[in-house]
């Protein structure tokens, strides 16, 4: 399958930030909804956010909603999770997916709907 490409990852303290990127490899992000998921140790992985092809529509966990914001740039080609006020709960390896929409609303945090899956980057928050 096609991947997305994640970066921004690293270590920080807990109330810390950092901005995760996806940017497409191969092709262009423009009709792809995205969805970032994270897996924490011992635990399945979970959705964080999502956001539609126009970035008219955003949806996002319970645990992370307030402290996160996502956001698209199609023109660069990237979208962007930007993690505020980080707790050691949130780490996890952070994962970009994407599928193809026509809709552009589709925003859905389920994983059976992407197809298109980066490698992961690793966000650890610690004292």
């Known amino acids: 399958q096609l991947q997305v490409v994640e970066s921004g990852g690293g270590s920080v303290q807990p109330g810390g930030s950092l901005r995760l990127s996806c940017a497409a490899s191969?092709?262009?992000?423009?009709?792809?909804?995205i969805g970032w998921f994270r897996q924490a140790p011992g635990k399945e992985r979970e959705g964080v956010s999502c956001?539609?092809?126009?970035?008219?529509?955003?949806n996002y966990a319970d645990n992370v909603a307030g402290r996160f914001t996502i956001s698209r740039d199609n023109a660069k080609n990237t979208v962007y999770l930007q993690m505020n006020s980080l707790r050691p709960e949130d780490t996890a390896i952070y994962y970009c997916?994407?599928?193809?929409?026509?809709?552009?609303?589709?925003?859905?945090?389920?994983?059976?709907?992407?197809?298109?899956w980066g490698q992961g980057t690793q966000v650890t928050v610690s004292s």
């Open positions: 997916a994407g599928v193809r929409k026509n809709l552009f609303t589709f925003c859905v945090l389920r994983e059976s709907d992407y197809n298109y």
């Open positions: 191969g092709f262009s992000l423009d009709y792809y909804a």
């Open positions: 956001i539609s092809r126009s970035g008219g529509t955003t």
